[in-house]
């Protein structure tokens, strides 16, 4: 589990499970009254509300929060009957706002919405904004952890990718001091071509002489796949680490791995070159 694969919008909806969460406590309607003939309100555990306001608002909130959170840290591949952990999610969180807008119209009578059920409807609205949102806002789907900290050194004196400390030598790291013994040292557009000792250097681009390999770091966790097109994974590849890339098909890109694993990425979008 690598927590910089959460995006900033993963971040509103972690945020707003945290709020929703609270106004289950809260009381979930008011009265105006006062006095001995006032009773107590309930609030979203109660079991006055529990057949209607508990699961179809608050359990479904937190339950869609939940995986779409628990999708950051799955491969793409795996599914549940056709969809992916973050798209349940997403429609969960969906189902929830609406049904919070749908328990504040019909409050019933000589009784109004209280703050629990305010807040709740807040909180579901954020979530569902933010899965919506997330995949077609640039700033949403920027990294979450990328200022948690000063960004260690990395390749060419640029900033570390991501606010990622930069790799430690080892593995033909494109940076002075990166390249093994025996291992030419690579720059932008020059990567190093060793591998690790014992390990055959990976080969040349096949089907076009133009391409030349190079590092690059991706903004969130993605799936490497076999070379032979199945759907299965051989690994992952994780924020703040630098791969090399040997061949390119299409739009994919053929990577290896710092234990000299190769696969394919096909999601290439947002990569940082080194």
């Given amino acids: 589990m690598n927590i910089r694969s959460l995006t900033r919008g993963d971040g509103v909806v972690i945020g707003a499970a945290v709020l929703l969460f609270i106004a289950s406590f809260l009381d979930f309607y008011s009265a105006d009254c006062d006095g001995p003939y006032c009773t107590d309100m309930p609030n979203g555990w109660d079991t006055d509300l529990l057949l209607v306001v508990l699961p179809s608002v608050f359990l479904i909130g937190l339950i ?17 009957s056709g969809l992916t952990l973050d798209q349940w999610g997403a429609g969960f969180a969906v189902a929830a ?18 703050v629990g059920a305010i807040l709740a409807l807040v909180a579901t609205l954020a979530s569902a904004a933010a899965v919506i949102a997330t995949p077609r806002v640039p700033a949403l789907k920027a990294p979450l952890m990328n200022a948690s900290g000063p960004a260690g050194p990395s390749p060419y004196g640029a900033p570390s990718p991501y606010g990622a400390q930069a790799p430690q030598p080892g593995y033909g790291y494109p940076g002075p001091g990166g390249a093994q013994p025996g291992q030419p040292q690579g720059g932008p557009g020059q990567p190093s071509f060793g591998g690790q000792p014992g390990q055959p250097a990976p080969a040349p681009a096949a089907g076009g002489s133009d391409f030349a390999p190079f ?60």
């Avoid at 590849?237 to 390119?248: D, F, H, K, N």
């Fill in 97 to 114: 706002a609406w049904d919070s807008l749908w328990s504040l119209m019909v409050t019933p009578d000589k009784l109004s919405p209280g």
């Fill in 64 to 80: 869609g929060a939940g995986l779409v959170i628990a999708g950051r840290f799955q491969p793409e591949s795996r599914k549940v």
């Fill in 215 to 274: 590092w690059f770091a991706v903004p969130v966790t993605r799936p490497l796949y076999a070379e032979d097109g199945s759907s299965g994974t051989i690994a992952e590849l994780a924020p703040g680490t630098w791969y090399l890339a040997v061949e390119q098909r299409g739009q994919a890109l053929v990577a290896q791995t710092q234990d000299g694993r190769r696969g394919v990425l096909q999601d290439t979008t947002g990569i940082q070159r080194g």
